[in-house]
Every structure is written in C-alpha cells, then in structure tokens.
C-alpha cells in the first residue's frame, strides 16, 4: 500500500480547503492520521479516523476547524480545513494502519505516505 497526500498549494487566510489521502489499493480495515509538520517545529497530529468512521479523533489545536472523512470505496481519506490561517502553513502527510484501533503516535503506523504542502497567505 502507498499512500499519496494531495490537495495542497498556496490559499489565502480565511479559505477552506480539502486535502485528500489516496491509497494505491484497499485500505482494507486499516485507520488513518493526518499530521503535518511546520519548518522547525515538531510533527503534530490532526486527526484520526477508524475502517468504519467509527473512532474519529482531533488533536486539540484544530478541533471545530478540521473535520476528517473516508470513502473507503474510492480508498481515500479527506481533511476538510475551514477558515484557514498563516500558521497552517505546512507538510501535511497521512499513515495508515491495519493494526491500530487508535493513534495519534506517526511511529505506530505502518504505511506512511508523501506529504503536500500548504501554503497559506495572510
């Protein structure tokens, strides 16, 4: 399985934007993250989302903003961002895992795929 972020780009404070996780087969039963990292910061977690949506999790700096999604028969994993802001500006990736019920850890994840950037102006 390889996993592909895209939907990134320059976008103007205040705009929404979706970025997409696309596996290159079946996730078959396999959980998603999103995380994104910053130059020179930490890597952060987003949000997490089980096989059947059941477990949906946000980390706590964009919880209300950011709302994850699944369409498993397109194999592809969504993060809507409303309201954008400058300080999203960064790689945001996705992993995926067939093992974890639940994890906001990148370590603990399996398949791990390229990031796209998102540059956003204020």
């Known amino acids: 399985v390889q996993l592909q972020a895209s939907g990134g780009g320059l976008v103007q404070a205040g705009d929404s934007l979706r970025l997409s996780c696309t596996s290159s087969g079946s996730f078959g039963g396999a959980g998603v993250g999103w995380f994104r990292q910053a130059p020179g910061k930490e890597r952060e977690f987003l949000a997490f989302i089980s096989w059947r949506s059941t477990i949906i999790d946000y980390g706590d700096t964009v919880k209300g903003r950011f709302t994850i999604s699944r369409d498993n028969a397109k194999n592809t994993v969504y993060l809507d961002i409303t309201t954008v802001r400058p300080e999203d500006t960064a790689v945001y990736f996705c992993?995926?895992?067939?093992?974890?019920?639940?994890?906001?850890?990148?370590?603990?994840?399996?398949?791990r795929g390229r990031g796209t950037q998102v540059t956003v102006s204020s």
């Open positions: 992993a995926a895992d067939t093992e974890l019920a639940h994890s906001r850890n990148y370590d603990k994840y399996n398949y």
